[in-house]
T-cell receptor, first 114, second 115 residues
């Protein structure tokens, strides 16, 4: 069994400020972890994924996330927010690949102020 | 990278009619596809999992006779909303997993409005 908790339904930052979106997971086996971004009326786009290789994962658009087993966390960060980063972000966990069903968090809406 | 093409992007239909949504994996074989429904400002709700050549597995509470899923080939899965009603209006998204990859690739979604 697996679950994902995203802390904070909304995160508001100023343009140029650090972005930190929190994700904690629980999993009965070593997890595969994902971050997705969704813009209005669009599907989800993969930002990055952790699949038991390097614990610091770099993704697209300057985002990165660090897998911390001791904290069961996979927080998403970006050093400097851009207006174009405003979107909905989803953390997801899976027990494996193929037909394993991923579990998604509730999502965090990132708001970027000029 | 892996691409999933979903059509149509939006559709408006009259109550009582049926609507078909298609999802195609363009550059990989998708042995498993997932169909989601998303309500405004909410996360994705898994409706069903479809495996190529076999019947779809529906989540609890999802009417299989209303939401018909066909996964006849390794690159195509369809969701048909039968006898649609206004409460079926929603955003529907498909997702597929490349068995050689660990990621899930999503279609662009379909906005269904039933009037």
């Amino acid at each position: 069994a697996q679950s994902v908790t995203q802390l904070g339904s909304h995160v508001s930052v100023s343009e140029g400020a650090l972005v930190l979106l929190r994700c904690n997971y629980s999993s009965s086996v070593p997890p595969y972890l994902f971050w997705y971004v969704q813009y209005p009326n669009q599907g989800l786009q993969l930002l990055l994924k952790y699949t038991s290789a390097a614990t610091l994962v770099k993704g697209i658009n300057g985002f990165e996330a660090e897998f911390k087993k001791s904290e069961t966390s996979f927080h998403l960060t970006k050093p400097s927010a851009h207006m174009s980063d405003a979107a909905e972000y989803f953390c997801a966990v899976s027990l494996g690949r193929g037909s394993y069903i991923p579990t998604f968090g509730r999502g965090t809406s990132l708001i970027v102020h000029p | 990278g892996a691409v999933v093409s979903q059509h149509p992007s939006w559709v408006i239909c009259k109550s009582g009619t049926s609507v078909k949504i298609e999802c195609r994996s363009l550059d990989f074989q998708a042995t498993t596809m997932f169909w989601y429904r998303q309500f405004p400002k909410q996360s994705l709700m898994l409706m069903a999992t479809s495996n190529e050549g076999s019947k779809a597995t529906y989540e609890q509470g999802v009417e299989k006779d209303k939401f018909l899923i066909n996964h006849a080939s390794l690159t195509l899965s369809t969701l048909t909303v039968t006898s649609a009603h206004p409460e079926d209006s929603s955003f529907y998204i498909c997702s597929a997993n490349d068995r050689d990859d660990y990621g899930y690739t999503f279609g662009s979604g379909t906005r269904l409005t039933v009037v």
